[in-house]
């Protein structure tokens, strides 16, 4: 009598569970029907996350050590670890290091790369990594197009006539995804040297949002820079704690002046912007269940 109740509780806690499962992966698969773009708070570095209407996800950058894991688990089900795209903007710490974390945690199905050559420990373990876990790389040599189907996402710079130099900034990646009516420019460490190149290169940069390029630095963000992007939200990716004084009072003050909103992931944390219709947007807090 007791064995057959036992069986019994276990065959309803097996169908709850079950049950429970179904449900929380329908729910999660619902997100996926719609736009979000993640600025992810991982302190005194850069992050992104793009989920793309169909599914597709593209990491972009992971930050200074492995708090990106922390929060991508608030926006990516644990039972689903794959990444379609990485993107490395250009090799410094505070935006390589968290790749060594999610590459062995993560399957990566394709990476992106600049041609810069640097030779620090860290990158060469990403670079062996990569190679190690047989993910398909693309070292880009000049602009192409991601194709996230109803979106793209354009890799700008380097320019195809870009000489790269020792200044690992000036070789940073900078793309713009678009999606229906929206427009995110995305820019890495940039300088003022290498805005200076892309503004000569007449290609469209209007964008509602911009990434503000090295954690807001007075080497960057040139008020042309602001004129020529027009962003209705400026994302700054940068730690409380950090000590060397960003962002700077001339690049908020340039953003005030121009009428910019600015979002600060040190005093707001992470932002999640999602869109069902690809011409409105909203913030939307992660989908965060007890596991």
């Given at each position: 009598m007791r064995v057959t109740m036992k069986k019994k509780f276990l065959l309803s806690l097996l169908i709850t569970t079950m049950a429970w499962l179904a449900i929380v992966v329908y729910y999660y698969s619902q997100s996926d029907q719609t736009l979000a773009v993640v600025f992810l708070d991982v302190g005194q570095g850069d992050s992104l996350l793009i989920k793309a209407p169909q599914g597709q996800r593209v990491l972009i950058d992971s930050g200074p050590d492995q708090s990106v894991l922390t929060e991508l688990a608030n926006y990516l089900p644990w039972w689903d670890r794959q990444l379609d795209?990485?993107?490395?903007?250009?090799?410094?710490a505070d935006h390589l290091?968290?790749?060594?974390?999610?590459l062995d945690h993560y399957r990566v199905q394709r990476a992106i790369i600049n041609s810069a050559d640097y030779d620090s420990e860290t990158y060469q373990n990403f670079l062996a990594k990569l190679k190690a876990k047989q993910v398909e790389t693309t070292i880009m040599i000049e602009p192409l197009v991601i194709d996230l189907a109803p979106c793209s996402l354009r890799l700008l710079y380097p320019l195809a006539n870009t000489v790269l130099t020792d200044n690992l900034n000036n070789t940073s990646i900078v793309s713009r995804l678009?999606?229906?009516?929206?427009?995110w420019l995305?820019?890495?460490d940039i300088e003022n040297k290498a805005?200076?190149?892309?503004?000569?290169?007449?290609?469209?940069?209007?964008?509602?949002?911009l990434k503000v390029a090295h954690h807001g630095s007075d080497t960057t963000t040139s008020r042309q820079?602001?004129?020529a992007v027009q962003p209705e939200l400026a994302i700054i990716s940068v730690s409380a704690d950090n000590h060397f004084g960003l962002p700077d009072q001339t690049v908020l003050d340039r953003l005030q002046f121009l009428g910019i909103d600015v979002w600060r992931t040190d005093q707001r944390g992470s932002l999640q912007m999602v869109s069902s219709d690809l011409q409105t947007w909203q913030i939307k807090e992660p989908k965060l269940l007890f596991f």
């Open positions: 795209l990485i993107i490395l903007t250009h090799a410094h290091t968290g790749f060594n974390y999610v678009s999606c229906g009516q929206l427009d995305l820019t890495g805005e200076a190149e892309i503004l000569a290169s007449n290609v469209n940069l209007q964008s509602e949002f820079w602001l004129q």
